[in-house]
């Protein structure tokens, strides 16, 4: 079985608005999908390749890598849908570094991606929504809430203060509507809803519903999604 969501990450995730923002994308097989591997014995999954996404057409060279990879290995390619700022995370290293300046008993083989994968940029926060064994039609009703919850804080806006709202549009015109930026991405047991910061008791409606237990069982903030996935069981794209 194969996911494929590349389309869904170019054109809901990649927006590069400074010139040191990137992504982090990793490549890498899952215990749950390879339960008798010998090489995932005695870990979840491992690591078999980090990216950093600089621009569109740097992700688009990396795509047939992507496919490649995850064919070859049944693997999944993840990416953090909160961009990454260079600047910040070199600050960042430079201080881990600092204050274990003293600790010989560092992985350093793993810092970097450690770093990079734990601190991101707040001006462009995402949560994913991680649901399982759910309905596609559940999960549109979900993202229909999330979408409206955005579009009525916006009407507020501008009643509140037309001209102000009118001077930001003017001087953010190349920056989306949040309520542009939520999304479904499917994965191996469900979707995941990917969405700009709100209010999560907005959810409680569907705890109600029987649709998950609890929010938080569901809210993962700067989670990792689906770029694209290959299980054994299936090779075939089902789309194809």
Known sequence: MIINNIENI???????????????????????????????????NRMLYNMYIRNIEYFERKIPLIKEFCEKFYARCYIKPQVRSGKQINRQMLKFMCDQVDNW???YYTITREIISGFHD???????????????EQVKEIED????YFKD?????????IEKEQ???E????????????????????????????????LQQYVDKGYFQTIKDIW????????????PDLKEDPDE
């Open 105 to 107: 008993d560092l992985n």
């Open 10 to 44: 170019k054109f809901h995730v990649l927006r590069f608005e400074q010139p040191d923002d990137f992504y982090m994308l990793s490549i890498m097989p899952r215990k749950k999908d390879h339960p008798e591997s010998p090489i995932l014995a005695n870990e979840n």
């Open 171 to 202: 001087d953010k015109k190349e920056k989306p509507k949040k309520s542009d930026l939520v999304w479904i991405n499917p994965t191996f047991n469900g979707y995941h809803i990917i969405a700009p910061g709100f209010d999560p008791r907005i």
């Open 145 to 148: 809430t999330i979408i409206n």
């Open 167 to 169: 001077e930001e549009s």
């Open 220 to 231: 993962k903030s700067d989670a990792d999604t689906i770029v694209y996935a290959c299980k």
């Open 153 to 161: 804080i916006k009407n507020k806006k501008q009643k509140k203060d």
């Open 122 to 136: 707040s001006r462009d926060k995402r949560i994913v929504l991680d649901l399982d064994d759910i309905t596609y």
